[in-house]
């Protein structure tokens, strides 16, 4: 009994060490002082988190921060509860709004759909589950984008081809679509209104995880007639919120 009350002990002070250091890097005597405990038994914990790639010291400052492996484990569990939250929130999407709803995630240098919900309409937007779209086009291609550093926006918008797909409406250069972007990512969404496709309206709102990076979109799509300009207000309030509801649901701050 005495082993396993020390070993729940020792579990315990590690998942204390792991959220304290969750505040930023500290050193040990500041994680110590923290937690009220002492040098010696947190010293002992971060070695043995450290070996396992749960934190990692700097060797300069001698400051412990979260390590690799924790941020592997959460990025992973983070894939699975999209998944898992995603449905019913894409479901109740298009049953708030009347259209289609979707799911959509990065692939490579486009937009792929990984989820769809679609109402009983006659007339509708195409989609097949695992359609590549391009990323200056579309509503959820511009979504996947919201947020990304610089230069990681370089990387992909230089993979495209020179003259981007598209109608006239549509961004067709690189630095088109930065400069689009950067109204969108103000407003919180990104809409688009014929680009892809004359006729089809779409809307798209970026969901984010623990780290606050986006890792997917959600979004809606329909007829012009039935969703023109002037409503892409009410549909974007929907779509956003929902976006927020599963990136909570993800962690996100």
Known sequence: MLVATDSLSS?????????TLGSGPLR????????????TQVS????????GGFVERDPETLEYRL??????LAGAASDSRLLQQAAPVVRGLMRTTGEAAYLTVLSG????????????????????IGRLSPLNCTASGRALLHGRPSDELDLILTAQPERLPGTERAPRTAEEVRERLRAEQSAGYSAAVEESEPGLVAVAAPIRDFRGTTVAALNVSAPVFRLPPDDLARAAAAVVDAASRLSHALGAP
Do not use: C, H, I, Y
Not at 11 to 19: P, S, W
Not at 67 to 72: E, I, N, T, V
Not at 109 to 128: D, I, K, S, Y
């Open 11 to 19: 579990v315990q002070r590690a998942m204390d060490v792991l959220r």
């Open 44 to 51: 002992r914990t971060l070695k043995v988190l450290a070996e």
């Open 109 to 128: 240098n486009a937009a792929v759909t990984v989820l769809a919900e679609r109402p009983g309409r006659a007339l509708q937007a195409n989609e097949w």
């Open 28 to 39: 040990v005597q500041s994680v110590a002082e923290a937690l009220g405990k002492e040098k």
């Open 67 to 72: 390590g690799w492996q924790l941020f592997a």
